[in-house]
């Protein structure tokens, strides 16, 4: 059986007095797609920057692509593909700059399917990132993220700020993506439809651990709820 694209054991994360992680357990097998379900602030922003290294947990061990995630290599790096919750891009360049820029550090940088992707989201390509609107700013950070095809892609909260075609768009293109079964995807959200439309996996965090993870027809089999109901019995149960 190959090593899992991540691997969380005990995670434990603590901001002053708040306890947010209090020991999480999660291997995501490669080639799976994962929704990390979670209620706002319920800790999946936390989680997710533990499992990239961004963040040093108290306790646990996080390993990403079987490496460390606190010391990843060069080569690990070059794989992954991350878009964060509040997306931070440089408000004075212009997009087909900053395209151009983040894909000059890529030597396998998909320059057709970016191409695209700008084409069916109406990015903007000669605007300034700064007046850019919410939803594009977000489109645009996918769209960097992506677009070096990363063998694992990590999305947090990636569809909140989108339109419901652009949310449309953005599941197809997760599935798109994932379909060889080659790539990994873990996205958080709170919304349990993203998650019935592209996920095979769901891991459900509540009061600092997963409180469930497995396949998604699995829960509605063991609940006999469909998966929103079964998440809000979860949570309320």
């Not at 080639?31 to 040093?56: E, H, M, Q």
């Not at 947090?156 to 060889?180: C, G, N, V, Y």
Request: proline share 5%.
């Amino acid at each position: 059986m190959s090593e899992p694209a991540i691997e969380l054991q005990g995670i434990i994360k603590s901001y002053g007095p708040k306890a947010v992680l209090t020991g999480v357990d999660l291997s995501v097998p490669k080639g799976s797609v994962v929704g990390l379900l979670g209620t706002n602030g319920s800790g999946k922003t936390t989680l997710i920057k533990c499992a990239l290294g961004l963040i040093r947990p108290q306790g646990g061990s996080a390993r990403l692509l079987g490496e460390n995630a606190w010391t990843l290599s060069a080569a690990a790096k070059s794989r992954i593909g991350y878009v964060p919750q509040v997306v931070g891009l440089y408000p004075w360049m212009r997009v087909r700059h900053l395209i151009d820029y983040t894909a000059a550090f890529y030597p396998n940088w998909n320059h057709a399917m970016v191409a695209d992707l700008v084409r069916e989201w109406s990015i903007p390509m000669d605007d300034r990132i700064g007046p850019l609107s919410v939803g594009q700013a977000q489109k645009l950070a996918i769209l960097l993220a992506v677009g070096h095809e990363p063998d694992l892609l990590i999305l947090d909260e990636p569809a909140a700020s989108l339109d419901p075609l652009a949310r449309r768009q953005f599941l197809q293109m997760i599935i798109d993506m994932a379909e060889p079964g080659r790539r990994t995807v873990l996205f958080s959200t709170h919304i349990t439809s993203d998650l019935e439309r592209v996920a095979d996996r769901v891991a459900i965090l509540k009061s600092g651990r997963i409180a469930w993870h497995g396949l998604l027809e699995d829960l509605k089999e063991q609940t006999h709820l469909s998966l929103e109901d079964s998440f809000l019995e979860m949570h309320h149960g």
